[in-house]
């Protein structure tokens, strides 16, 4: 099963993505359920590898899944720091993460924001 979500980035644009349940469901689930979530975003630090949106608050652990390797597009959380991020550019990561979805349209609009923006995501109704 998979729910497609919008991103707003506040004055640059909506981004299309989707989350796909059953690749970790517990963290998955646990995001749906606190959607439409607003927080602000900033790129990782110093740079623009990926966007991230930390203080979910949703504290799921890592599953059988979770891996270091990331691709460009995906939607993953971090347990161990509590954030949702969206994926640039191909990448590892420190540590082992939860992939819940995958970006599917306008990605690039991530690379126009600026830290601190406002990102708002939500149920896209079908």
């Known amino acids: 099963m ?3 979500i919008k991103i707003d980035l506040f004055g640059i644009g909506a981004i299309n993505g989707e989350i796909i349940r059953y690749i970790a469901p517990l963290s998955a689930d646990a995001i749906i359920n606190k959607l439409p979530i607003v927080l602000r975003g900033r790129f990782s630090f ?4 990926y966007w991230t949106l930390p203080g979910i608050e949703i504290y799921k652990g ?3 899944k979770s891996n270091k390797n990331v ?4 939607i ?7 954030e949702l991020i969206f ?5 590892e990561l420190q540590t082992k993460v939860n992939k819940i979805g995958k970006v599917t349209e306008n990605l690039e609009f991530f ?7 406002n990102t708002k995501i939500s149920k896209i109704k079908s």
Do not use: C, F, H, R
């Open 2 to 4: 998979s729910m497609k």
């Open 46 to 49: 110093g740079s623009k590898v």
């Open 62 to 64: 890592t599953n059988s």
């Open 71 to 74: 691709e460009k597009g995906d």
């Open 76 to 82: 993953i959380y971090n347990p161990k720091s509590d």
């Open 87 to 91: 994926i640039l550019e191909n990448t």
């Open 111 to 117: 690379l126009q924001a600026k830290n601190g923006l």
